[in-house]
């Protein structure tokens, strides 16, 4: 609704992203089910890891920014493999469900999504950590005292463990839209 053309495509099947993409959205997901075919699609990680350092903005949550870590642990927690490497960081199983639930995030700084002070609806159902979960965000649950930083966000990128809800925060979509659009295609 807000004018993007959307393009598919498969990290685990595609050698690269699509011929003009101007964003990437990689939403939640299992990669860690999934680290060996991932690992072996090297073309892929390279068109994304080439693709967000030339500021192509991505929009990355829980599986997603998994994927643009240094090395994520498979689902047994033997084998740690290479990933995009957008992030020098490396994530891997807790053994436990972290930050379970509804938060509200508050911007620590503007960004690729909103200014700073400005809040976020989102939900974290995550097993796996990393090493970089990032702070640019203030993470609260609601009614409760349980708070807690997450997330990288620059003026071309958001990077984190929660999963937006977009309908929620609509201006949020539109910038995000609006920095795509600002890059060609």
Known sequence: RLGAELAFFSPLADAALPEHAAGLYLGGGYPELYTRELAENAPMLQSVRAAVQSGTPPLAECGG????????????????RQMAGVFPAEAASTGKLSRFGYIAMTARQTGLLCAAGESLNAHEFHYWDSTSPGDAFHAQKPQSSRAWSCAHHTPTLYAGFPHLHLCGCPQAARRFVEACASRGG
């Open 65 to 80: 920014f998994l994927y643009l870590h240094q090395t994520l642990a498979d689902a047994g927690g033997r084998h740690s």
